[in-house]
């Protein structure tokens, strides 16, 4: 018998209420926590999970690019996935289309997102803070993964965009980090043609905050530089002031 979700190609009901008939869905993932537009659900079917990524509402006015656009991007996330393959890369099982375009059947992973709203970035117990509180051997581990998956993407022309932290899930547990949302990757080189390009300016290049420059390998190893700096520096303010008057008399 074909699996309920892997076996199928097309569905006429609304993804949810599919996934709802097939499995137990766990988590969804919508306006509450994205700003894309997009529409996300974990679902356990028997004992596996898997994380299936919808453009979400073809109606809904709110998010900057139209379901349109936002179904033509997670096109091009199967196109990377099936480009790629890297163990911190979830496995794309399978793409089937909906009454709101493609779904995007991903291997589901175990873990925290390492992204974090300003607002809790600084927060102690935020997965942000206690993933650069680790040894730092234990980080550059992920980094090294990082590296060498987009060392393995920027061989066959990606360029990143819009990577930050919040593409990134630890498991504190096993170790494991992957990386997600990588929809915004563009075959390069390609020119800036917006200006102040998607994405978070604490992982950014200068080009992709001026139209017309060239974004290509390069600004791959900028950001991933960036990437470092954000785990690996104290470049978070994070002083005390006994620490920051000591600082101060050191650099005195
Ligand atoms: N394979 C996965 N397994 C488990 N959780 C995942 C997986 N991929 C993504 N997630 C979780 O789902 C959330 C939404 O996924 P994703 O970032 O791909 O969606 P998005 O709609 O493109 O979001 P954004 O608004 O940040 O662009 C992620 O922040 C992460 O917490
Ligand atoms: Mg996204």
């Known amino acids: 018998m074909p699996h309920p979700l892997l076996g199928t190609t097309s569905i006429d009901e609304h993804p949810r209420q599919f996934l709802s008939g097939i499995g137990t869905v766990f988590e969804e993932f919508g306006a509450s926590t994205q700003d894309s537009g ?24 709110e998010p900057f690019l139209n379901h349109a656009d936002r179904a033509a991007l997670l096109r091009n996330a199967a196109l990377l996935s099936r480009s790629c393959e890297h163990p911190a890369l979830p496995d794309l099982h399978h793409v089937m289309n909906s009454p709101v375009g493609p779904m995007l059947v991903y291997e589901w992973l175990d873990g925290e997102l390492l992204g974090a709203p300003r607002s809790l970035r600084d927060d102690p117990q935020s997965a942000h803070q206690r993933f650069r509180r680790l040894p730092a051997a234990q980080i550059e581990r992920c980094l090294d993964q990082i590296y060498e998956l987009h060392r ?60 017309g420059s060239m974004i290509d390998k390069q600004t791959n190893v900028f950001v991933m530089g960036r990437a470092a700096a954000v785990f690996l520096s104290d470049g978070t303010p994070r002083l005390t002031s006994s620490a920051q008057s000591h600082s101060e008399g050191l650099c005195a």
């Not at 997009?38 to 006015?61: C, L, M």
């Not at 949302?181 to 950014?204: A, C, W």
């Open 38 to 61: 997009n529409i996300s659900y974990g679902i356990q079917i028997d004992e596996e999970r898997f994380f299936v990524k919808t453009a979400g509402d073809p109606d809904d006015p």
């Open 152 to 211: 393995d993407l920027a061989r066959i022309g990606w360029v990143t965009v819009d990577f930050y932290d919040g593409c990134l899930i630890y498991d504190f547990s096993s170790g494991r980090l992957g990386v997600v949302d990588l929809d915004l990757y563009r075959e390069g080189p390609f020119r800036n043609d917006i200006g102040r390009m998607f994405g978070s300016s604490r992982f950014m290049a200068p080009e992709e905050f001026a139209a």
